[in-house]
């Protein structure tokens, strides 16, 4: 059986600037709903390249929702479309940002490349071919979504590697 915390892979939210929000939300045929009927399109095929099961995707223009809309299934197994206000397992959040602030700095300190492999840092991480990308996106070599928390905790190591100290101590710096 397909793991529900697993299904749910990823939430948008998305800041329009310019559009004006009483004409986003009574628009047929204009040139306002054609650009969110082609945001829509975008974002829906982009689920399905990196196969995720179901998105949400909104936007807020001063406050006021102007467009929103689910993409495929929030429950795959029985066949339940995602809605816009679907709620989505998003993990240990602190976990996810801290490992993400924390490449950075050492990718901008020149000494960490989002493509260099996994194994370049924690030379026996089990994916000899994982990047530090890879990982970051939830992504396997060949591009397809792969959410795992083991594997995006595969992180760590490389953080403490980087930053030659213990990950709680990294995040403190």
């Keep these: 059986m397909y793991n529900v915390r697993v299904l749910a892979a990823?939430?948008?939210?998305?800041?329009?600037?310019?559009?004006?929000?009483?004409?986003?939300?009574?628009?047929?045929?204009?040139?306002?709903?054609?650009?969110?009927?082609?945001?829509?399109?975008?974002?829906?095929?982009?689920?399905?390249?990196?196969?995720?099961?179901?998105?949400?995707?909104?936007?807020?223009?001063?406050?006021?929702?102007?467009?929103?809309?689910?993409?495929?299934?929030?429950?795959?197994?029985?066949?339940?479309?995602?809605?816009?206000?679907?709620?989505?397992?998003?993990?240990?959040?602190?976990?996810?940002?801290?490992a993400a602030l924390l490449v950075r700095k050492c990718y901008e300190q020149d000494s960490l490349e989002i493509g260099d492999r996994v194994t370049r840092w924690v030379p026996d991480y089990p994916d000899a071919n994982a990047t530090i990308g890879h990982l970051l996106t939830h992504t396997t070599n060949a591009g397809s979504f792969q959410y795992s928390l083991d594997r995006f905790g595969g992180l760590t190591d490389v953080i403490v590697e980087c930053a030659d100290l213990p990950y709680r101590h990294a995040l403190y710096n």
């Design 10 to 98: 990823a939430s948008f939210l998305v800041l329009a600037v310019g559009l004006p929000a009483a004409q986003a939300q009574t628009c047929p045929g204009t040139a306002t709903c054609l650009t969110y009927d082609l945001f829509g399109r975008y974002l829906d095929s982009l689920r399905e390249q990196a196969a995720i099961p179901g998105l949400s995707a909104l936007v807020i223009q001063n406050g006021a929702t102007v467009w929103e809309k689910g993409f495929g299934r929030q429950d795959v197994d029985g066949n339940v479309p995602a809605s816009p206000d679907t709620p989505y397992y998003i993990g240990d959040v602190s976990q996810t940002l801290g």
